[in-house]
């Protein structure tokens, strides 16, 4: 079956003669070339906003891939608040505290001296004398014409035995401002301490020359009087002086404390004054050390100085004063096992004192171990010779007698049936 189409469907459309397709392109085109020639003629007026308009579109965008893409920003550390805290706590002596203020905010001040000198100082004054070789470095780096932290870094190398670095360190620093005092005190020490007696008087004395307050000058010249010129009275006399300036810092107080134990025999005092510094800070090594060595050696009370060496090993497990008279008292205690297990540390740590090497042959003797004592106690006896420590000397022979032992300068036979049991 076939469906029939109406015939209007098969003729062809007429077209309408005009198109009006032309008709709006030929009313269109006059008005874009207008419009074209009144932004060509206004253009001064007109391209300012424009590109403003799309500057500011372009710069939204931007923005908001930045915002979407960066990672949250950190809070930016202040150090003022920590700084003013750490300065309180050193002017009162809590060195301890103001030293954990300072470390925690030394990468946010990189160039200031002053925080990085009382690092290093810290550091020395707490027995860290390894560390503060370090922080003394950064010290210098912060800035290399300051002459205190060529001065601060001369103390560290002093305290770490370099002392001839040292005294060119100070040199370096007297170069920058020959009227440091600080500088030329710290010199003197390094005299001292490599036994170039005369010119660290001479350079303490021009040190106070320079300086009549500075407490570090006052503090070397008295360790000249005490150890030099062997006047306990002057000695005590500028320690005294040094406190007085700096009675914050624990050294001077060590000073003191000592001077008036030895000097004075006055181990009441001198407790008292080392007590006032491990009060406010707990893990001085310094003045544990001499607080036990005072109740060890003054007051006869090895409990108390066992108590307090304890706690400096644990402030310093690589002091080895502090681990050798340690074992010491535990051997005065009578728990020799204990004592010879401290010294060993001690030792293994190379210590540079012989009575340490006397105490530990003393321990392996009381346990019956002469074979284990016998070659502790002969190293012992190098070093006494090379010290010329006399005491030392005569109780290391009296002891390898004991074991039958040869060492050179002593005659003892030893004979198969003498030859102890290792």
Same mark, same amino acid.
């Given at each position: 079956?076939?469906?029939?189409?109406?015939?209007?469907?098969?003729?062809?459309?007429?077209?309408?003669?005009?198109?009006?397709? #032309?008709? #709006?392109?030929?009313?269109?085109?006059?008005?874009?070339?207008?419009?074209?020639?009144?932004?060509?003629?206004?253009? !001064?007026?007109?391209?300012?906003?424009?590109?403003?308009?799309?500057?500011?579109?372009?710069?939204?965008?931007?923005?908001?891939?930045?915002? %979407?893409?960066?990672?949250?920003?950190?809070?930016?550390?202040?150090?003022?608040?920590?700084?003013?805290?750490?300065?309180?706590? #050193? +002017?009162?002596?809590?060195?301890?505290?103001?030293?954990? /203020?300072?470390?925690?905010?030394?990468? !946010?001040?990189?160039?200031?001296?002053?925080?990085?000198?009382?690092?290093?100082?810290?550091?020395?004054?707490?027995?860290?004398?390894?560390?503060?070789?370090?922080?003394?470095?950064? *010290?210098? *780096?912060?800035?290399?014409?300051?002459?205190?932290?060529?001065?601060?870094?001369?103390?560290?190398?002093?305290?770490?035995?370099?002392?001839?670095?040292?005294?060119?360190?100070?040199?370096?620093?007297?170069?920058?401002?020959?009227?440091?005092? +600080?500088?030329?005190?710290?010199?003197?020490? %390094?005299?001292?301490? /490599?036994?170039?007696?005369?010119?660290?008087? /001479?350079?303490?004395?021009?040190?106070?020359?320079?300086?009549?307050?500075?407490?570090?000058?006052? +503090?070397?010249?008295?360790?000249?009087?005490?150890?030099?010129?062997?006047?306990?009275?002057?000695?005590?006399?500028?320690?005294?002086?040094?406190?007085?300036?700096?009675?914050?810092?624990?050294?001077?107080?060590?000073?003191?404390?000592?001077?008036?134990?030895?000097?004075?025999?006055?181990?009441?005092?001198?407790?008292?004054?080392?007590?006032?510094?491990?009060?406010?800070?707990?893990?001085?090594?310094?003045?544990?050390?001499?607080?036990?060595?005072?109740?060890?050696?003054?007051?006869?009370?090895?409990?108390? !100085?066992?108590?307090?060496?304890?706690?400096?090993?644990?402030?310093?497990?690589?002091?080895?004063?502090?681990? &050798?008279?340690? &074992?010491?008292?535990?051997?005065?205690?009578?728990?020799?096992?204990?004592?010879?297990?401290?010294?060993?540390?001690?030792?293994?740590?190379?210590?540079?004192?012989?009575?340490?090497?006397?105490?530990?042959?003393? %321990?392996?003797?009381?346990?019956?171990?002469?074979?284990? %004592?016998?070659?502790?106690?002969?190293? &012992?006896?190098?070093?006494?010779?090379?010290?010329?420590?006399?005491?030392?000397?005569?109780?290391?022979?009296?002891?390898? +007698?004991?074991?039958?032992?040869?060492?050179?300068?002593?005659?003892?036979?030893?004979?198969?049936?003498?030859?102890?049991?290792?």
């Amino acid at each position: 079956m076939y469906l029939r189409t109406p015939k209007r469907y098969l003729r062809g459309q007429r077209r309408s003669p005009i198109s009006l397709r #032309w008709l #709006w392109l030929w009313i269109l085109t006059p008005l874009v070339i207008w419009g074209g020639v009144q932004i060509y003629n206004n253009r !001064a007026t007109i391209a300012p906003p424009l590109h403003n308009a799309i500057y500011g579109l372009v710069s939204n965008a931007q923005s908001g891939l930045a915002t %979407a893409m960066a990672p949250t920003p950190l809070p930016t550390q202040n150090p003022t608040e920590r700084l003013t805290r750490a300065e309180a706590d #050193w +002017r009162e002596g809590r060195i301890e505290a103001a030293l954990d /203020s300072y470390l925690a905010v030394l990468d !946010a001040v990189p160039n200031d001296v002053q925080t990085h000198y009382r690092v290093t100082l810290g550091m020395i004054m707490e027995g860290n004398v390894e560390e503060a070789v370090q922080a003394a470095e950064q *010290t210098v *780096t912060a800035d290399p014409y300051s002459s205190d932290a060529w001065a601060i870094r001369a103390l560290a190398l002093n305290e770490n035995g370099r002392s001839g670095e040292a005294i060119a360190s100070a040199l370096r620093a007297l170069d920058l401002n020959p009227d440091n005092a +600080r500088a030329m005190a710290y010199m003197a020490e %390094a005299y001292l301490d /490599s036994e170039q007696y005369d010119l660290a008087r /001479s350079t303490a004395d021009r040190a106070l020359s320079l300086d009549d307050t500075s407490f570090e000058a006052l +503090r070397v010249r008295g360790r000249v009087a005490q150890e030099v010129e062997f006047d306990t009275a002057l000695a005590k006399d500028y320690y005294q002086q040094a406190y007085a300036l700096a009675p914050n810092l624990p050294t001077m107080a060590v000073d003191l404390a000592r001077i008036t134990y030895f000097g004075d025999q006055n181990a009441t005092e001198a407790i008292a004054l080392l007590s006032e510094i491990v009060e406010v800070n707990p893990q001085n090594a310094l003045a544990l050390y001499w607080l036990g060595y005072m109740y060890y050696n003054g007051e006869g009370n090895f409990a108390q !100085a066992a108590e307090f060496l304890s706690r400096c090993t644990d402030a310093n497990p690589n002091g080895v004063l502090c681990l &050798g008279l340690l &074992g010491r008292v535990r051997m005065a205690l009578g728990d020799n096992l204990a004592a010879s297990e401290i010294l060993q540390q001690a030792i293994d740590l190379n210590t540079p004192w012989p009575r340490h090497y006397l105490w530990l042959g003393r %321990a392996l003797i009381a346990q019956g171990n002469c074979g284990s %004592a016998i070659p502790i106690l002969q190293t &012992g006896y190098d070093l006494a010779q090379q010290s010329d420590d006399t005491d030392a000397i005569t109780a290391i022979q009296e002891n390898l +007698r004991e074991c039958r032992a040869n060492v050179p300068g002593l005659e003892v036979e030893v004979t198969p049936e003498a030859t102890p049991e290792t």
